[in-house]
């Protein structure tokens, strides 16, 4: 961790809001689902912000958790490397996000690996983890393991398509929200500028 003493004043304040989207239920939901997707002798680690970040912070978990999504042979880390020194395991969570990208998670759910590292924002790694969950449940391949109501399913494209005589009746056609030519006529409209007689 960053050897950083305390924050004062704005700083301060910006930390504990983001400190405040962290949620403590969903901690509990993610850590069940990594340790039952990892399906190896992975402990869940005591409840509370700190032992979730130490319990993620060298990486291993997470690259264990990313092959897990993939078929056995494919996996995108081959080789998860159980090391004490700080390069080697911000190495390792910066090689779980660019495999969560490639898997399917979107650039803007991704955290910094200092949010992790330095337990800067752990609300985004929660957040991350989710948009994996969500992603490994809409693909539904086979590899994930843990009940799919845990994550929310991704919305899948659904293109249409129309045929050319399709498309030219639509142009005839005004659509109820620009309004309704029924009833509109131009009746008893005078010209520009002309002053209206009112008896």
């Given at each position: 961790m960053a050897n950083r003493g305390p924050s004062y004043g704005l700083s301060r304040e910006v930390q504990e809001k983001i400190e405040q989207k962290y949620d403590a239920d969903l901690e509990n939901k993610l850590v069940d689902w990594i340790v039952l997707q990892c399906a190896e002798d992975i402990e869940h680690p005591p409840p509370g912000?700190?032992?979730?970040?130490?319990?993620?912070?060298?990486?291993?978990?997470?690259?264990?958790?990313?092959?897990?999504?993939?078929?056995?042979?494919?996996?995108?880390?081959?080789?998860?490397?159980?090391?004490?020194?700080?390069?080697?395991?911000?190495?390792?969570?910066?090689?779980?996000?660019?495999?969560?990208?490639?898997?399917?998670?979107?650039?803007?759910?991704?955290?910094?690996?200092?949010?992790?590292?330095?337990?800067?924002?752990?609300?985004?790694?929660?957040?991350?983890?989710?948009?994996?969950?969500?992603?490994?449940?809409t693909k539904d391949d086979g590899c994930y393991r843990g009940e799919p109501s845990w994550f929310h399913r991704k919305a899948q494209q659904n293109r249409r398509g129309f045929s050319e005589e399709q498309l030219r009746q639509g142009q005839s056609v005004i659509g109820l929200q620009m309004g309704s030519n029924k009833g509109a006529s131009q009746a008893g409209m005078t010209g520009y500028g002309t002053p209206r007689q009112i008896m």
């Amino acid at each position: 961790m960053a050897n950083r003493g305390p924050s004062y004043g704005l700083s301060r304040e910006v930390q504990e809001k983001i400190e405040q989207k962290y949620d403590a239920d969903l901690e509990n939901k993610l850590v069940d689902w990594i340790v039952l997707q990892c399906a190896e002798d992975i402990e869940h680690p005591p409840p509370g912000r700190a032992h979730f970040q130490k319990w993620l912070m060298d990486g291993t978990v997470l690259c264990k958790l990313i092959n897990s999504l993939y078929p056995p042979g494919q996996e995108p880390i081959p080789k998860i490397s159980e090391s004490k020194m700080a390069f080697k395991q911000m190495e390792q969570i910066s090689q779980f996000l660019k495999a969560a990208e490639i898997y399917g998670v979107r650039t803007t759910d991704i955290f910094q690996t200092v949010d992790l590292w330095e337990g800067k924002d752990m609300a985004a790694v929660q957040r991350t983890l989710m948009a994996l969950g969500s992603v490994a449940v809409t693909k539904d391949d086979g590899c994930y393991r843990g009940e799919p109501s845990w994550f929310h399913r991704k919305a899948q494209q659904n293109r249409r398509g129309f045929s050319e005589e399709q498309l030219r009746q639509g142009q005839s056609v005004i659509g109820l929200q620009m309004g309704s030519n029924k009833g509109a006529s131009q009746a008893g409209m005078t010209g520009y500028g002309t002053p209206r007689q009112i008896m």
